[in-house]
């Protein structure tokens, strides 16, 4: 069953019961990868989650169509290897078109992928939250640039001159922006590796993080593995 939103979790002797927004499936075994959710999907399994998640919106420019002779491959900075966001950086898509970005900004609800984008409970589990408050606490100084170049696009310039020193603000038009599920661990760390979690008949992707689209069959073996050695 697709596009069914998983409301509830049982266990029926050996099977799964998922209720769903579509009725219930029953299943023998279940894979949590629900990204934005997981952590909360992994609490409704009765596993308790390696890592809390929160929300952080990557907003993005791209080249205008005119402008796009300026980047004919991908350019990227070398990753700072204390922060598990890159950077900006330009990325040839598939339809040819070259996005500019992300910056990093805390979201104002799991799936917000507008600025105005606020569910009150996202925020006030955010902002309650002790290891985001020492986080925020140890790197205010990134996130305010990171906010600053959310609202300015001077400053989001600026960075992208770091990769392409000619490059001007007319050259560029806001598009889409995606939100990041930024796995804390319980030492309030930035998460940046996968984390797979596996007992009885459920296996819970707590954590996967970019490259995880790029290396998604690779990931899809070892959920198999640990299912295989789960069922025996
Ligand atoms: C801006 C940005 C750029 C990125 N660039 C790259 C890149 O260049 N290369 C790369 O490899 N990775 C990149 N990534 C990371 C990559 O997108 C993620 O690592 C990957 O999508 C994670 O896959 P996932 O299956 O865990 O989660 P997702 O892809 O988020 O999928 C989760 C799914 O679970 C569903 N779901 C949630 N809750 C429920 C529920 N209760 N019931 C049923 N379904 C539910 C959601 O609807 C969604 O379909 C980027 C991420 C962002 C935000």
């Known amino acids: 069953m697709c596009d069914a939103?998983?409301?509830g979790f049982q266990r029926d002797g050996s099977k799964i019961?998922?209720?769903?927004k579509q009725g219930d499936v029953i299943a023998d075994y279940a894979v949590n990868c629900?990204?934005?959710q997981s952590d909360r999907?992994?609490?409704m399994t009765g596993h308790k989650a390696e890592a809390k998640i929160l929300p952080f919106r990557g907003e993005f420019y791209e080249l205008k169509p005119e402008s796009q002779h300026l980047c004919r491959n991908?350019?990227?900075p070398v990753p700072d290897p204390s922060f598990p966001f890159l950077g900006v950086h330009f990325t040839r898509m598939i339809d040819g078109g070259i996005e500019c970005g992300p910056n990093a900004v805390l979201a104002f609800a799991r799936e917000g992928y507008r600025k105005?984008?606020?569910n009150i409970a996202d925020l006030a589990e955010t902002l309650t939250y002790s290891r985001f408050l020492r986080m925020a606490a140890n790197y205010w100084r990134v996130g305010a640039g990171e906010m600053w170049r959310s609202i300015s696009k001077a400053a989001f310039v600026k960075a992208l001159q770091r990769l392409m020193p000619d490059i001007r603000s007319e050259h560029i038009v806001p598009t889409r922006a995606g939100v990041r599920a930024q796995?804390?661990?319980p030492a309030?760390?930035?998460?940046?590796d996968f984390v797979i979690q596996a007992s009885d008949n459920v296996i819970n992707v707590n954590n996967a993080p970019s490259p995880a689209a790029t290396s998604a069959l690779n990931i899809g073996n070892i959920i198999v593995d640990k299912l295989d050695e789960q069922l025996g």
Do not use: N
């Open 41 to 43: 999907m992994s609490k």
């Open 5 to 7: 939103r998983v409301v």
């Open 188 to 192: 309030g760390d930035m998460v940046d």
């Open 34 to 36: 629900c990204g934005l």
């Open 17 to 20: 019961v998922l209720a769903t």
């Open 74 to 76: 991908l350019i990227y």
């Open 183 to 185: 796995a804390i661990s």
């Open 116 to 118: 105005t984008d606020i």
